[in-house]
């Protein structure tokens, strides 16, 4: 009984991973983007450590909170997408 058990569930995983390995999808979007989200992070914490006024203006400060949020929605997105 355990021995066909275990042979079922071998046999479960193994057409699994076939059927996954063969619906794998390129996720180079999410690694372009999820790079880029992370480099602008970085980038905004070198800048606000050195500047006392960053964003200098209310222009500025939307324009940083625009692009890190189009960054972060991106790579969400392409992360589902390609999942």
Do not use: H, N
């Given at each position: 009984?355990?021995?066909?058990?275990?042979?079922?569930?071998?046999?479960?995983?193994?057409?699994?991973?076939?059927?996954?390995?063969?619906?794998?999808?390129?996720?180079?979007?999410?690694?372009?983007?999820?790079?880029?989200?992370?480099?602008?992070?970085?980038?905004?914490?070198?800048?606000?450590?050195?500047?006392?006024?960053f964003p200098g203006s209310r222009?500025?400060?939307?324009?940083?909170?625009?692009?890190?949020?189009?960054?972060v929605l991106g790579a969400m997105?392409?992360?589902v997408l390609t999942a």
């Amino acid at each position: 009984m355990f021995a066909a058990a275990l042979t079922l569930f071998a046999d479960t995983l193994v057409s699994a991973s076939e059927a996954a390995a063969e619906e794998e999808t390129s996720k180079t979007a999410f690694y372009i983007l999820g790079g880029a989200a992370a480099a602008w992070a970085i980038v905004l914490f070198a800048v606000g450590m050195r500047s006392e006024s960053f964003p200098g203006s209310r222009g500025a400060q939307r324009g940083v909170i625009a692009i890190s949020v189009l960054l972060v929605l991106g790579a969400m997105a392409s992360a589902v997408l390609t999942a």
